[in-house]
């Protein structure tokens, strides 16, 4: 399956790690190609506004990999959302794991090399990729502190990793409600994702007429070749700009 190019009536919803960004070894290895955040600057002016980047990392962690560029942005998979104008909404305030959980989750596995503790305002990810025998002994821990009928938590499986969050929100919420936002409203909304969160994302994109694209069926799971899909089609969009205002200008003289 190839990307289609986009137009000016898209919406454009990104995930960063595993789409934007090559998967790292740590969440903090995580490498931003220089030329990144300049492309979604571009971008987003080109769309007037309607981009916003989608992740599982806190609104926090996103500014901080991709600055200076901001957005419209869903941080922890739909909990905290920005819209184009800034605003900030809580989805649902103040829910947040425990101190008690995190200090749980800690002695549990402090004797496990390997495996990384990754607390956010509101969630807290576990990671396995450096410890993959783990995979079992992490799951048994964290089902035991949020059974499947948890009512206010949930477990989300990510990539060599699992994280806690609220189970009320998630990336299809986000995009529910981006789809609102002025910038937004009426276009034909595209999501981009790697990952089994990236799921409801995608739904909700359908929903609204338009497409979700699993980087691993068209993009071969190659972040670079989602980065070039995206800079060849502001590219392409620039270029019809340009012409459009040249035959304006030419239809005037
Ligand atoms: O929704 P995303 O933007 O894709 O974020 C999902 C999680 O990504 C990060 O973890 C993943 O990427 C790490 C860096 O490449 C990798 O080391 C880890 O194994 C992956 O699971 C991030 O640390 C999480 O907070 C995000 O929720």
Not at 26 to 49: F, I, K, N, R
Not at 76 to 84: A, D, Q
């Amino acid at each position: 399956m190839a990307a289609t190019d986009f137009d000016y009536g898209s919406a454009l919803f990104l995930d960063l790690d595993g789409t934007l960004l090559e998967i790292a070894a740590t969440p903090e290895l995580v490498v931003v190609p220089p030329a990144l955040p300049q492309l979604l600057a571009h971008l987003h002016t080109l769309l007037g506004g309607a981009l916003a980047i989608v992740s599982g990392r806190s609104l926090k962690t996103i500014d901080q990999l991709l600055k200076p560029f901001t957005s419209a942005a869903a941080g922890e998979h739909g909990v905290t959302l920005r819209f184009s104008d800034g605003t900030v909404e809580e989805m649902p305030a103040g829910l947040a794991v425990t101190e008690a959980w995190r200090d749980s989750l800690v002695a549990a596995t402090e004797r496990w090399p390997g495996v990384l503790i990754e607390p956010k305002p509101h969630g807290c990810a576990i990671h396995y990729r450096l410890a993959p025998d783990r995979h079992d002994d992490v799951w048994r821990v964290v089902r035991a502190l949020v059974p499947d009928d948890h009512p206010w938590f949930r477990l989300i499986p990510a990539r060599e990793a699992v994280e806690i969050g609220p189970r009320s929100t998630s990336k299809g919420h986000a995009v529910e409600r981006f789809m609102k936002d002025g910038a937004f409203k009426g276009r034909r909304p595209i999501f981009v994702g790697d990952d089994f969160t990236d799921e409801a994302g995608m739904s909700a994109a359908r929903r609204h007429g338009g497409e979700g694209l699993r980087v691993q069926e068209v993009f071969d799971g190659d972040p670079a070749q989602v980065r070039a899909w995206l800079a060849r089609n502001a590219e392409r969009l620039a270029g019809s700009a340009v012409g459009t205002e040249r035959s304006a200008a030419g239809a005037s003289a």
